[in-house]
């Protein structure tokens, strides 16, 4: 098995982003599955581009895509990417797009990965974990719309999805008082148990009311 692991580039002005950080640093194996990686960037269309391409390269069984979502203060696994974009800062190019993404795709899709089981794998190895239920509407929901679109259409069966980490606990030193952070480590413990549970999980039960959302 081979799980495909994406991590965007620094943007709005910042030298470093956590996502790419943490992705970087991840094992080259876990679970028995061979992990590759890839650095995308945070331009739209080109950045869903990018995944695709090395979809198309690598033939991944398993496709996670990070992001960098300043101000949550847990790592965040995705449940829906919805067709819609409205920038509310540019792009590394200077691109802020409003409008829908695919013009004639769904509204929405829905992670096909264990997002539940993901937190709970990640809560089990000490990090702060919660599912989320909003990309957001700049490149990180565009990735994770065009992704699951990608998949749906392209490569049946393939899985995939998108997690959300925090600031870099180096990041949040320039920052205001109280603004939520995370080290890099700790970001590479939790992507490494979430990328195990995805692996290994045979279902994605949750418990009602168990309060996973952020």
Not at 10 to 28: D, Q
Request: glycine residues 10%; contains cysteine.
């Amino acid at each position: 098995m081979k799980v495909l692991v994406t991590g965007f580039e620094p943007f709005g002005g910042a030298t470093i982003n956590p996502a790419l950080e943490a992705v970087m640093r991840l094992p080259n194996e876990i679970a028995g599955a061979e992990v590759v990686t890839a650095q995308i960037p945070v331009v739209f269309g080109k950045d869903a581009a990018a995944v695709a391409a090395a979809i198309d390269a690598e033939r991944p069984d398993v496709v996670l895509c990070v992001g960098q979502a300043g101000g949550r203060s847990h790592i965040t696994p995705e449940f829906v990417g919805i067709n819609y974009a409205n920038a509310r800062i540019p792009d590394n190019e200077g691109n802020q797009p409003i409008g829908r993404l695919e013009e004639d795709g769904p509204d929405a899709y829905f992670a096909t990965l264990p997002v539940f089981a993901m937190v709970d794998a990640a809560r089990a190895a000490g990090v702060p974990a919660a599912v989320s239920y909003t990309a957001g509407t700049f490149c990180c929901n565009e990735v994770l719309y065009e992704l699951l679109h990608t998949l749906a259409t392209r490569h049946l069966g393939v899985r995939g999805g998108f997690v959300h980490v925090p600031y870099a606990t180096e990041q949040a030193v320039t920052m205001g008082e109280g603004t939520a952070s995370m080290s890099v480590d700790m970001m590479v413990t939790g992507l490494t148990a979430m990328i195990e549970a995805a692996v290994t999980a045979s279902d994605d039960a949750v418990a009602a009311g168990e309060g996973t959302e952020q």
